[in-house]
Protein backbone atom coordinates (compact mmCIF):
# COMPACT_ATOMS: atom_id res chain seq x y z
CA UNK A 1 0.00 0.00 0.00
CA UNK A 2 0.99 3.54 -0.37
CA UNK A 3 -0.78 6.41 1.02
CA UNK A 4 -0.19 9.71 -0.36
CA UNK A 5 -1.11 13.38 1.38
CA UNK A 6 -1.30 16.62 -0.70
CA UNK A 7 -0.32 19.90 1.12
CA UNK A 8 -0.32 23.85 0.05
CA UNK A 9 -3.97 24.56 -1.06
CA UNK A 10 -5.22 27.59 -0.33
CA UNK A 11 -6.90 30.64 -1.00
CA UNK A 12 -4.95 32.86 -3.45
CA UNK A 13 -5.90 36.14 -6.27
CA UNK A 14 -5.64 35.31 -9.97
CA UNK A 15 -2.49 35.88 -10.80
CA UNK A 16 -0.89 34.47 -8.00
CA UNK A 17 1.27 31.38 -6.99
CA UNK A 18 0.93 28.48 -5.10
CA UNK A 19 3.36 25.33 -4.64
CA UNK A 20 1.51 21.84 -4.15
CA UNK A 21 3.01 19.02 -2.68
CA UNK A 22 2.30 15.19 -2.60
CA UNK A 23 4.40 12.56 -0.21
CA UNK A 24 4.62 9.49 -0.42
CA UNK A 25 4.83 6.52 1.98
CA UNK A 26 4.42 3.39 2.84
CA UNK A 27 5.67 0.39 -0.23
CA UNK A 28 6.64 4.02 -2.11
CA UNK A 29 8.56 3.28 -5.53
CA UNK A 30 10.41 5.66 -7.28
CA UNK A 31 9.41 3.87 -10.36
CA UNK A 32 5.67 4.95 -10.06
CA UNK A 33 3.95 7.49 -12.47
CA UNK A 34 3.11 10.45 -10.33
CA UNK A 35 -0.23 12.52 -11.87
CA UNK A 36 -1.88 16.09 -10.65
CA UNK A 37 -5.50 15.69 -11.11
CA UNK A 38 -8.62 18.62 -9.75
CA UNK A 39 -12.02 18.29 -9.62
CA UNK A 40 -14.29 21.40 -9.50
CA UNK A 41 -17.22 21.51 -7.70
CA UNK A 42 -20.32 19.21 -10.09
CA UNK A 43 -17.82 18.79 -12.85
CA UNK A 44 -15.76 15.48 -13.37
CA UNK A 45 -12.25 15.10 -12.19
CA UNK A 46 -9.77 15.96 -14.84
CA UNK A 47 -5.74 15.71 -15.73
CA UNK A 48 -3.74 18.40 -14.86
CA UNK A 49 0.11 17.08 -15.53
CA UNK A 50 1.95 14.21 -15.26
CA UNK A 51 5.35 13.11 -14.68
CA UNK A 52 7.49 9.61 -14.96
CA UNK A 53 9.17 7.89 -12.44
CA UNK A 54 12.93 9.89 -13.85
CA UNK A 55 11.34 13.08 -14.63
CA UNK A 56 12.48 12.68 -18.12
CA UNK A 57 8.84 12.87 -19.10
CA UNK A 58 6.17 15.62 -18.03
CA UNK A 59 3.22 16.06 -19.39
CA UNK A 60 0.15 19.12 -18.95
CA UNK A 61 -3.66 19.19 -19.50
CA UNK A 62 -3.53 22.23 -22.02
CA UNK A 63 -6.11 24.62 -19.70
CA UNK A 64 -2.36 24.60 -17.41
CA UNK A 65 0.53 24.69 -19.88
CA UNK A 66 3.09 27.29 -19.60
CA UNK A 67 1.40 28.25 -16.25
CA UNK A 68 1.72 25.07 -14.17
CA UNK A 69 5.03 22.68 -13.20
CA UNK A 70 4.97 19.08 -12.44
CA UNK A 71 8.34 17.96 -10.27
CA UNK A 72 9.63 15.06 -8.28
CA UNK A 73 12.43 14.48 -5.48
CA UNK A 74 12.51 10.63 -5.63
CA UNK A 75 14.72 11.05 -2.90
CA UNK A 76 12.31 12.55 -0.28
CA UNK A 77 9.27 10.59 -2.20
CA UNK A 78 7.26 13.65 -2.56
CA UNK A 79 6.19 15.28 -6.20
CA UNK A 80 5.51 18.88 -6.54
CA UNK A 81 2.99 21.09 -8.34
CA UNK A 82 4.22 24.71 -8.95
CA UNK A 83 1.22 26.70 -10.28
CA UNK A 84 1.82 30.00 -11.28
CA UNK A 85 -0.65 32.88 -13.25
CA UNK A 86 -3.34 31.10 -11.36
CA UNK A 87 -6.86 31.56 -13.05
CA UNK A 88 -10.50 31.83 -11.03
CA UNK A 89 -11.12 28.27 -13.04
CA UNK A 90 -8.14 26.62 -11.35
CA UNK A 91 -10.53 26.46 -8.23
CA UNK A 92 -11.03 23.03 -7.42
CA UNK A 93 -9.77 20.13 -5.03
CA UNK A 94 -6.74 18.72 -6.21
CA UNK A 95 -5.60 15.22 -6.29
CA UNK A 96 -2.21 13.43 -6.23
CA UNK A 97 -2.51 9.97 -7.81
CA UNK A 98 0.63 7.20 -8.58
CA UNK A 99 0.25 4.01 -10.75
CA UNK A 100 2.40 1.94 -12.86
CA UNK A 101 4.56 2.37 -15.87
CA UNK A 102 1.91 3.28 -18.28
CA UNK A 103 2.04 4.30 -22.06
CA UNK A 104 2.20 8.24 -22.22
CA UNK A 105 -1.13 8.18 -23.95
CA UNK A 106 -2.92 6.63 -21.26
CA UNK A 107 -1.40 8.75 -18.17
CA UNK A 108 -4.48 11.27 -18.18
CA UNK A 109 -6.76 8.21 -16.91
CA UNK A 110 -7.90 8.31 -13.75
CA UNK A 111 -8.37 4.92 -14.07
CA UNK A 112 -5.10 4.18 -14.77
CA UNK A 113 -3.87 4.73 -10.77
CA UNK A 114 -3.46 2.47 -8.08
CA UNK A 115 -3.54 5.28 -5.66
CA UNK A 116 -4.89 8.69 -4.42
CA UNK A 117 -4.06 11.24 -1.84
CA UNK A 118 -7.63 13.12 -0.15
CA UNK A 119 -6.89 15.88 -2.18
CA UNK A 120 -6.11 19.93 -0.92
CA UNK A 121 -8.17 22.72 -1.83
CA UNK A 122 -7.29 25.64 -4.32
CA UNK A 123 -9.81 28.74 -4.26
CA UNK A 124 -8.28 31.27 -7.27
CA UNK A 125 -10.29 34.60 -6.46
CA UNK A 126 -11.04 37.17 -9.08
Known amino acids: QVQLVESGGGLVQAGGSLRLSCAASGRTSSTYTMSWFRQAPGKEREFVAVINWSGGVTYYADPVKGRFTISRDNNKNTVYLQMDSLKPEDTAVYYC???????????????????WGQGTQVTVSS
Open 97 to 115: AAGPWMDISTMPLPSRYDY
